[in-house]
């Protein structure tokens, strides 16, 4: 018999606390899915998803980053047009300026109501999720049955 299981991810939206407002950063995707990402990745076997977070944020954007708090795991099976992944989401807080590397083809800095359209994965309603419990506190719901 053999199992198929998702793979672990993780997905690091990083506030710039030394820049009016605490914009975030997006990288641009050199690889497919071309498009906007929250900076992230696959864990590494054997490693805390913790530590994969900060180690994908130093590759992606040249930042070092202090976690603050695990935010949500998204999971949908259909999250991922590759494969079947979760991601363990966590809020960090940075200062400095990003400088593309790794992955990213380019990153900027947005704020909410500069976001571009060209998300990949479910970033989208990711940062939908963020957004709302930035400015208001709550945290996204848990959802069943949507599989």
Known sequence: ?????????VDIIIELIDKP????????RKNTPYGWAIPGGFVDYGEPVEIAAQREA???ISLEVELIE???????????????????VFLATATGEPKADDDAKSVG??????I???LCFDHDRILKD?????HYGIRPPILLNRV
């Open 130 to 134: 963020y957004w709302h419990y930035r």
């Open 116 to 118: 571009p359209k060209n």
């Open 70 to 88: 695990q935010f949500y795991v998204y999971s949908d099976p259909n999250r991922d047009p590759r494969k079947h992944t979760m991601s363990v």
């Open 21 to 28: 407002h605490r914009p975030i950063v997006l990288i641009e």
């Open 109 to 114: 800095i947005f704020h909410h109501w500069d």
């Open 58 to 60: 130093k590759e992606e």
């Open 1 to 9: 018999m053999t199992y198929r299981n998702p793979i672990p991810t």
